[in-house]
């Protein structure tokens, strides 16, 4: 069997992401289905957000000398944890519940501990007053938030070894109130001198959006219980949550089976889909991919389509052009092959059966790129429209000036099939979607969800954190993001990589789910030469087999 013969060729494997509605189901199901008592389930978070505890301060202690919280008093003996002076933070629902719960082994552990909480200690039901009753009478000290920082005994309060954020969880909505804004006010404050550790979520962050309400608590570390929520792995949550730790409290798998997520994330793991370069392959095996664009002014950017499929492994790359262009093109680079489409310097539909044979199920290609630098006249729009309803095509990428169309309705949504991509960058997505860019980035989820119940293609909504999703699909979220990306031609290049990987079997969902994670990848492995940008997106292209070999197992 060869590499490409395997079993598991494109098979992706995901992360649950469940969004804070759906993990509180998990939890109700866990009790009222299987029988788990939502004590246990609070004492089994309690003791993970114990051993993540255990995990900063010796990462710290062996980091001792850089800037942040103070080591624990002890270096010699990382994992002890006697005469830390630990401060928590008690919000009213479950979140102050865990709280509670890891006083009292911190207690036991040898540390010193006070609680700050926001509701009478009477008041707490359920999971959270059961814990908070058992603290209590193991000799954890409580003492009411009130008006910070008079409610600490006495001054050496205000300078914690570690402060633990119990006040809100995955459940909170709309914005901070007043005392809760202060309090979080008054842990970003003591982050300066004492390591913050989260519990669930930082609090005041967006459980979904991963965006502070409108402040939050800027944790050095947060511990999720599970499985991560969607706003803890966005890009944009990474000042808020610190390192994330994601420990399981005894959720059945059975649980997840039967009410599975509605978002999902990649990580490294999912590059072991890539198969390895079957060492008997050849160029017509390897994948030709069709790049359609280029107008006057803009022949750049169906060369850089061209140089990402190549990097993305494609073995035939030719770039369909008009026909006084095609010597620019093929003057910037000689390793693409160029399609002269009659000899205007502009789109002409008199010269389309020279594209639709080439594009055609006895054509030569595997895969179709449409749009890089096409322009928006309406002799493109044209091209475009008899290029997606031609009868036995290639799957297709569609990106940049080929999106135009569809979002004006010059040619009709209903010729995307579902083996196509379509590659909207969020002000490409406003105009798909009658949006505004600023409502498409507050709400990407909801957008993209939107627009894929009305496009049978896989939607990529590109940006830190990139979107892919289709009709019915769970989100998967690419939790990834360089600054190095955003220079103008990066979205060209990542839209020849998805072409190759299209041209090379991958069905349409995984190969825009590959691609967008390796163009990531490649983006930060240009960090390293260019930390304050500066790079050219033909850099981008050239990392992109680097990006393979340091991450794919095939490699």
């Given at each position: 069997?060869?590499?490409?013969?395997?079993?598991?060729?494109?098979?992706?494997?995901?992360?649950?992401?469940?969004?804070?509605?759906?993990?509180?189901?998990?939890?109700?199901?866990?009790?009222?289905?299987?029988?788990?008592?939502?004590?246990?389930?609070?004492?089994?978070?309690?003791?993970?957000?114990?051993?993540?505890?255990?995990?900063?301060?010796?990462?710290?202690?062996?980091?001792?000398?850089?800037?942040?919280?103070?080591?624990?008093?002890?270096?010699?003996?990382?994992?002890?944890?006697?005469?830390?002076?630990?401060?928590?933070?008690?919000?009213?629902?479950?979140?102050?519940?865990?709280?509670?719960?890891?006083?009292?082994?911190?207690?036991?552990?040898?540390?010193?501990?006070?609680?700050?909480?926001?509701?009478?200690?009477?008041?707490?039901?359920?999971?959270?007053?059961?814990?908070?009753?058992?603290?209590?009478?193991?000799?954890?000290?409580?003492?009411?938030?009130?008006?910070?920082?008079?409610?600490?005994?006495?001054?050496?309060?205000?300078?914690?070894?570690?402060?633990?954020?119990?006040?809100?969880?995955?459940?909170?909505?709309?914005?901070?109130?007043?005392?809760?804004?202060?309090?979080?006010?008054?842990?970003?404050?003591?982050?300066?001198?004492?390591?913050?550790?989260?519990?669930?979520?930082?609090?005041?962050?967006?459980?979904?959006?991963?965006?502070?309400?409108?402040?939050?608590?800027?944790?050095?570390?947060?511990?999720?219980?599970?499985?991560a929520k969607p706003g803890l792995v966005l890009p944009e949550a990474a000042p808020f949550t610190?390192?994330?730790?994601?420990?399981?409290?005894?959720?059945?798998?059975?649980?997840?089976?039967?009410?599975?997520?509605?978002?999902?994330?990649?990580?490294?793991?999912?590059?072991?889909?890539?198969?390895?370069?079957?060492?008997?392959?050849?160029?017509?095996?390897?994948?030709?991919?069709?790049?359609?664009?280029?107008?006057?002014?803009?022949?750049?950017?169906?060369?850089?389509?061209?140089?990402?499929?190549?990097?993305?492994?494609?073995?035939?790359?030719?770039?369909?052009?008009?026909?006084?262009?095609?010597?620019?093109?093929?003057?910037?680079?000689?390793?693409?092959?160029?399609?002269?489409?009659?000899?205007?310097?502009?789109?002409?539909?008199?010269?389309?059966?020279?594209?639709?044979?080439?594009?055609?199920?006895?054509?030569?290609?595997?895969?179709?790129?449409?749009?890089?630098?096409?322009?928006?006249?309406?002799?493109?729009?044209?091209?475009?429209?008899?290029?997606?309803?031609?009868?036995?095509?290639?799957?297709?990428?569609?990106?940049?000036?080929?999106?135009?169309?569809?979002?004006?309705?010059?040619?009709?949504?209903?010729?995307?099939?579902?083996?196509?991509?379509?590659?909207?960058?969020?002000?490409?997505?406003?105009?798909?979607?009658?949006?505004?860019?600023?409502?498409?980035?507050?709400?990407?989820?909801?957008?993209?969800?939107?627009?894929?119940?009305?496009?049978?293609?896989?939607?990529?909504?590109?940006?830190?954190?990139?979107?892919?999703?289709?009709?019915?699909?769970?989100?998967?979220?690419?939790?990834?993001?360089?600054?190095?990306?955003?220079?103008?031609?990066?979205?060209?290049?990542?839209?020849?990589?998805?072409?190759?990987?299209?041209?090379?079997?991958?069905p349409s969902e995984v190969a825009a789910c590959l691609a967008v994670y390796l163009h990531a990848?490649?983006?930060?492995?240009?960090?390293?030469?260019?930390?304050a940008r500066g790079n050219t997106p033909r850099e981008i292209a050239d990392a992109i087999p680097?990006?393979?070999?340091?991450?794919?197992?095939?490699?």
């Amino acid at each position: 069997m060869t590499p490409n013969d395997r079993p598991d060729r494109w098979r992706l494997e995901y992360v649950d992401l469940p969004a804070p509605e759906e993990m509180a189901g998990w939890d109700r199901a866990a009790m009222a289905d299987f029988g788990l008592r939502e004590e246990l389930l609070m004492e089994n978070a309690s003791r993970e957000a114990l051993h993540a505890l255990r995990a900063e301060l010796a990462d710290r202690a062996g980091r001792a000398g850089q800037t942040g919280a103070p080591a624990p008093p002890s270096p010699a003996a990382p994992f002890s944890l006697s005469g830390l002076r630990v401060l928590l933070f008690m919000g009213g629902g479950n979140n102050g519940g865990d709280a509670a719960a890891l006083a009292r082994h911190l207690l036991d552990a040898g540390a010193e501990v006070l609680v700050l909480h926001t509701r009478p200690l009477g008041g707490y039901r359920g999971a959270a007053g059961y814990h908070a009753r058992l603290a209590k009478r193991c000799g954890v000290p409580f003492r009411p938030a009130g008006a910070w920082p008079r409610s600490l005994p006495d001054p050496r309060w205000l300078t914690p070894h570690v402060v633990v954020d119990g006040l809100l969880g995955t459940g909170f909505t709309g914005t901070l109130r007043e005392r809760e804004a202060g309090l979080v006010a008054a842990i970003n404050e003591l982050s300066d001198r004492a390591l913050v550790l989260a519990l669930d979520i930082p609090s005041g962050l967006g459980g979904l959006t991963g965006r502070p309400r409108p402040d939050a608590v800027r944790a050095h570390a947060t511990v999720t219980f599970e499985a991560a929520k969607p706003g803890l792995v966005l890009p944009e949550a990474a000042p808020f949550t610190g390192r994330l730790h994601v420990r399981p409290i005894g959720i059945p798998k059975a649980v997840r089976a039967l009410h599975p997520a509605s978002y999902r994330m990649l990580d490294d793991a999912c590059l072991a889909a890539l198969p390895a370069p079957a060492p008997c392959m050849h160029k017509g095996t390897a994948g030709h991919v069709l790049v359609v664009g280029g107008s006057e002014g803009l022949t750049g950017a169906p060369l850089l389509a061209g140089l990402g499929a190549l990097r993305g492994g494609a073995g035939l790359v030719t770039v369909a052009c008009p026909g006084g262009l095609a010597a620019e093109v093929k003057a910037a680079t000689p390793d693409v092959m160029t399609l002269p489409l009659g000899e205007r310097r502009a789109w002409d539909p008199a010269a389309l059966p020279g594209l639709l044979a080439l594009a055609s199920q006895t054509g030569r290609c595997n895969a179709l790129v449409v749009g890089p630098g096409m322009g928006r006249s309406p002799e493109a729009a044209e091209v475009l429209s008899a290029l997606l309803a031609l009868p036995g095509r290639p799957p297709a990428v569609i990106d940049a000036d080929g999106l135009f169309p569809l979002a004006e309705g010059l040619v009709s949504l209903d010729l995307v099939r579902e083996m196509d991509i379509v590659t909207p960058h969020p002000g490409e997505m406003a105009r798909l979607a009658g949006l505004t860019t600023a409502d498409v980035q507050r709400g990407r989820a909801a957008t993209a969800r939107a627009f894929a119940a009305h496009c049978a293609g896989v939607l990529v909504l590109k940006g830190a954190g990139s979107l892919v999703t289709r009709r019915d699909r769970p989100i998967t979220l690419i939790p990834l993001a360089a600054p190095t990306l955003a220079v103008a031609g990066s979205g060209d290049v990542l839209s020849g990589l998805a072409g190759a990987l299209l041209a090379q079997g991958a069905p349409s969902e995984v190969a825009a789910c590959l691609a967008v994670y390796l163009h990531a990848k490649a983006g930060q492995l240009l960090l390293h030469d260019y930390p304050a940008r500066g790079n050219t997106p033909r850099e981008i292209a050239d990392a992109i087999p680097r990006a393979r070999k340091e991450h794919s197992p095939c490699c």
